[in-house]
């Protein structure tokens, strides 16, 4: 998986709008069913985790947890632990790089 792309690429996103970023925000998306990816950081408390993946499993949304703290922030520029990707075609375009 090429880590680097992915990064840019959410970069990219939230740039154009396209990422949801924030515990309450993104759960409030995925119950919405806005939500086509979630990036979930690998080092986030262990109630985070579990809120985040009941809810992406209830809705079949994909949880990715490849990224830490650090790199999901430094990605878009602010303080995240979780961020959800709403577009389609970000979406489509990550999960090629990812496999």
């Given amino acids: 998986m090429n880590k ?11 740039r154009a709008g396209k990422i949801i970023s924030g515990e309450e ?7 919405d ?3 086509k ?3 979930l ?14 809810k992406s499993h209830y809705y079949q949304v994909e949880v ?6 650090l790199e999901l922030s430094i990605a878009v520029g602010k303080s995240r632990k979780v961020l959800a990707v709403t577009d389609a075609g970000f979406t489509k375009k990550m999960r090629s790089l990812m496999e």
Avoid at 25 to 31: G, T
């Fill in 25 to 31: 925000m993104v759960v409030k998306a995925i119950q």
């Fill in 41 to 54: 950081a690998y080092d986030a408390s262990p109630n985070l985790t579990k809120k985040i993946q009941d």
């Fill in 4 to 14: 680097q792309k992915v990064s840019n690429l959410l970069g990219l996103a939230q």
């Fill in 37 to 39: 990816l979630v990036f």
């Fill in 64 to 69: 990715i947890t490849v990224f830490s703290t």
């Fill in 33 to 35: 069913r806005k939500v």
